[in-house]
C-alpha cells in the first residue's frame, strides 16, 4: 500500500520563479490497485511520481510504502521497492549493454553487493523465460546490445527490468507517450497484463483520457499540485472522455474541453 498525507512540494521557492509543484496531496492506493493519473501540463503528475520514487524530496507532509517511512530515504534505497518507467526509451535502459546485461543490473537492484559470477546458467533461463513472455524474441537476443533495439523493444525491456524483482510498487510516467500508436497500443497492452498478472501496486501517468478510463481500477484528476476528482468502481465506469472533462470543468469552474494537452487518441 501507498500513503501520501499533505505532501507539499514549491521548486524555486521566494524566486521571481516559484512553482507550487504539489499543495497538500493526500492518496492511498490499495496494495495491488492499478490507478491512472491524468492532467494538464503543469498539474504536477511528474513531480508527484518524483517525490515518491525520491528524485525530489516533499517540503512538507509524508510517504509510507507498506510499513515503511520513505519520506526521506534516498532514491538509490527506494529502488529496492519501487520500478519506474520513463517517457523516453533511453531513460530506462543502458544502450551500452548487452540486453543480458541490463537485465542482470535489475536483477541486482536493492541486493547487497558481493563478488560472484553476473549471469549464471540459472539466471539467463530465468531471463529467456521473462523475455519469452513479451512475444518480442527478445528471449534469442540476450547478447545483442540494447542501442540496436527499437523504441518498442527497449520500452518493452525497460518494463521487464522494472518488475523483474516483483517491486511494491510501479511508476509509469507516460511511457507509451514517445511511441509510434501500433507500438503504444502494444506496450500498453503488455502493461495491463504484466499488471494483472503480478498484481502490481501501480501509478500511471498518462494524457490519453481514454486509456486514463479504460485501464487500472481508478482514475486520478491532477490540478495545480492538487488532486481535484478521484473515482473509481462504478463511478469511473459511467464516466466518458467527455464527461469527465464535464466533471474537470465543474470541480474547477474551467474549461478543458479544448486542451489539446490532454488527448482522447494514442
Known amino acids: 500500500m501507498l500513503r501520501?498525507?499533505?505532501?507539499?512540494?514549491?521548486?524555486?521557492?521566494?524566486?521571481?520563479?516559484?512553482?507550487v509543484a504539489l499543495r497538500g496531496v493526500s492518496l492511498t492506493i490499495a496494495e495491488g490497485e492499478f490507478a491512472t493519473v491524468i492532467g494538464s501540463n503543469g498539474?504536477?503528475?511528474?513531480?508527484?511520481?518524483?517525490?515518491?520514487?525520491?528524485?525530489?524530496?516533499?517540503?512538507?507532509?509524508?510517504?509510507?510504502?507498506?510499513?515503511?517511512?520513505?519520506?526521506?530515504?534516498?532514491?538509490?534505497?527506494r529502488a529496492a521497492w519501487i520500478g519506474r518507467v520513463f517517457q523516453d526509451p533511453l531513460l530506462g535502459t543502458a544502450?551500452?549493454?548487452?540486453?543480458?546485461?541490463?537485465?542482470?543490473?535489475?536483477?541486482?537492484?536493492?541486493?547487497?553487493?558481493?563478488?560472484?559470477?553476473?549471469?549464471?546458467?540459472?539466471m539467463r533461463a530465468h531471463f529467456r523465460d521473462e523475455l519469452a513472455k513479451l512475444g518480442l524474441g527478445l528471449?534469442?537476443?540476450?547478447?545483442?546490445?540494447?542501442?540496436?533495439?527499437s523504441g518498442g523493444q527497449r520500452q518493452a525491456l525497460a518494463l521487464l527490468m522494472a518488475i523483474l524483482q516483483r517491486p511494491l510498487l510501479l511508476l509509469l510516467d507516460e511511457h507509451t507517450a514517445a511511441l509510434d500508436p501500433r507500438t503504444a497500443r502494444q506496450i500498453l497492452e503488455l502493461t495491463?497484463?504484466?499488471v494483472r498478472e503480478h498484481r502490481l501496486t501501480t501509478l500511471m501517468v498518462t494524457h490519453n483520457l481514454?486509456?486514463?478510463?479504460?485501464?487500472?481500477?481508478?482514475?486520478?484528476?491532477?490540478?495545480?499540485?492538487?488532486?481535484?476528482?478521484d473515482v473509481s468502481g462504478a463511478e469511473r465506469a459511467a464516466h466518458t472522455v467527455?464527461?469527465?472533462?464535464?466533471?474537470?470543468?465543474?470541480?474547477?469552474?474551467?474549461?478543458?474541453?479544448?486542451d489539446k494537452i490532454l488527448t482522447t487518441r494514442a
Open 210 to 229: 481514454e486509456h486514463a478510463l479504460s485501464m487500472g481500477d481508478r482514475t486520478i484528476m491532477m490540478h495545480e499540485g492538487e488532486a481535484v476528482l
Open 43 to 77: 498539474a504536477g503528475k511528474s513531480t508527484l511520481l518524483n517525490v515518491i520514487a525520491g528524485t525530489h524530496l516533499p517540503d512538507a507532509g509524508s510517504i509510507h510504502l507498506g510499513d515503511r517511512d520513505i519520506t526521506w530515504m534516498p532514491e538509490h534505497r
Open 95 to 122: 544502450g551500452s549493454m548487452t540486453i543480458e546485461e541490463n537485465l542482470a543490473m535489475a536483477a541486482a537492484r536493492g541486493r547487497r553487493r558481493r563478488m560472484r559470477l553476473a549471469v549464471n546458467q540459472a
Open 139 to 149: 528471449e534469442d537476443r540476450l547478447d545483442t546490445r540494447v542501442r540496436f533495439l
Open 242 to 258: 467527455d464527461s469527465l472533462l464535464q466533471e474537470f470543468a465543474r470541480v474547477r469552474g474551467e474549461r478543458l474541453v479544448d
Open 192 to 194: 495491463e497484463r504484466v
Open 4 to 19: 501520501l498525507q499533505h505532501v507539499q512540494k514549491t521548486f524555486n521557492p521566494g524566486a521571481s520563479n516559484e512553482k
